[in-house]
């Protein structure tokens, strides 16, 4: 652990723009994962890479930041009766166990391939999961949004069903936010890849909300809220076990939180306006959008693995500036949707209490 | 409660000025003491506690401030929240 230990003797100087900076990134993410359950975090860590910071201070600050923020933001979703806690805990316990083997795999690549080798595993996780799970979530919710039935009751898919039929005696659990019960058999591999995406790409939630909605049946609104109980056991674990090897830069994470807990109180309140097809919409258009990204940088990891030709300086260099900055429209999107969404959802409200007012004569 | 009544609803300025007042007196600590903290916090084993501890503390004020805030502001739920099963 030597190497860790030096790596956090390696905290570094924090001026006026670093703190700025630092504080408008967690407020964007904070305020995408109050409404989607996840974000940020793809972002904050390359961010603070580029700033100087060592590749593991950023990820172990990212992390104790998440935790608070994450907590702050279930806090107010569950007054909107939005939280699952329950099904968080259990997920989250099982997703805790795979951000540990997630992390040891990590090591193992990292060991046997060195940066380049993990970094091409990072992005090309990135790149099939997304693609994957982005496209299905996009889709699902431009048919919903097609059919013109956004206001409709969100019906729950046939894998869910028949999740939600198996009986395994011993092992079965009620959850609120599925109305049903389900065997544990079926949560424990979803945490558990929650986990392992979590530790790999920072976002556990892009496969935590997903398989809530498409796999257990729970609604969207209840998915995202329910992740950010998740991301809490994870974030507050992960902290820990980086926090025993001091690589926690605190000042990091607390000028963060700063920005994100602004934010996720927001992003909390935007889910109270919108229809619940819209967390899709945000969180499949982020999806997508990064998946492009990470996809950009995927030659330039094989090229210095050697898989592919070499790629001059300045082309790494233009791949790097591109992808970082598609990151960062993707999370700017992301909020602008939501605070475009509120925005109208506020309008419409006030709209309706002026209509009342009317009908029962006050005016 | 009518959503009049609702709207005339006392906002929370005195709390929003508490807890700004302590989340500002928490955040100059951290940024006046950046050494002490570097020093102490990256020790690891036992002294993981501390930014833990420090998360939760800074959680807990700043995120009450920042709820008054946005309420202070007029920026809350809609009324006729969703319907959630």
């Known amino acids: ?363 | 409660m009518s959503s009049h009544e609702n709207r005339t609803k006392k906002k929370p300025i005195g709390m929003m000025v508490l807890t700004g007042i302590i989340s500002a007196g928490l955040y100059a600590a951290l940024l006046m003491n950046q050494d002490l903290l570097n020093m102490n916090f990256a020790r690891g084993g036992l002294y993981a506690f501390l930014p833990i501890i420090t998360a939760f503390v800074f959680s807990f004020i700043h995120g009450s401030f920042t709820g008054h805030f946005w309420t202070v502001l007029g920026i809350e739920a809609a009324r006729k929240k969703m319907e959630v099963k």
């Open chain 1, 1 to 363: 652990m030597h190497d860790l230990a030096q790596a956090a003797a390696n905290f570094i100087n924090l001026d006026a723009a670093t703190l700025i900076y630092l504080f408008l990134v967690g407020f964007v993410g904070g305020l995408v994962s109050g409404f989607i359950g996840s974000g940020g975090a793809f972002v904050l860590t390359p961010g603070m890479m580029s700033m100087g910071v060592p590749g593991l201070v950023a990820v172990a600050s990212n992390m104790c930041h998440k935790f608070p923020k994450a907590l702050v933001g279930a806090i107010k979703r569950a007054k909107y009766g939005q939280v699952d806690v329950k099904l968080g805990l259990v997920l989250g316990i099982s997703a805790e166990a795979g951000v540990l083997y997630g992390a040891h795999i990590q090591e193992q690549i990292k060991k046997t391939f060195g940066d380049a080798g993990s970094n091409l595993y990072v992005s090309v996780s990135f790149v099939v999961v997304l693609a994957i799970v982005g496209i299905f979530v996009l889709r699902d919710a431009w048919k919903t949004y097609k059919a013109g039935n956004a206001n409709a009751e969100e019906k729950i898919t046939k894998i869910a069903k028949w999740v939600q039929s198996v009986n395994i005696p011993g092992t079965m659990v009620y959850f609120k936010s599925l109305d049903a019960r389900i065997s544990i058999l079926f949560t424990l591999p979803l945490g558990f890849a929650t986990g392992m995406l979590a530790a790999t790409i920072a976002v556990g939630g892009f496969v935590g909300v997903p398989s809530m909605i498409y796999v257990l049946g729970a609604p969207s609104l209840m998915a995202s809220a329910t992740e950010l109980v998740i991301a809490f056991v994870m974030g507050l674990g992960g902290s820990f076990k980086y926090a025993l090897h001091g690589l926690v830069d605190i000042r990091l994470a607390m000028i963060i939180l700063a920005g994100s807990l602004f934010g996720i109180q927001l992003g909390a309140m935007g889910t109270t306006y919108v229809k619940p097809f819209m967390i899709k919409v945000v969180m499949g258009l982020i999806m997508v959008i990064v998946l492009f990204s990470r996809a950009l940088m995927v030659p330039v990891y094989m090229s210095q693995l050697g898989m592919i030709g070499s790629i001059t300086a300045e082309t790494t260099k233009i791949l790097k500036t591109a992808s970082f900055g598609i990151m960062i429209f993707a999370l700017a999107l992301g909020a602008f949707i939501v605070l475009r969404a509120m925005w109208q959802g506020r309008r419409e409200e006030r709209l309706q209490n002026a209509m009342e007012a009317v009908n029962i004569g006050k005016i």
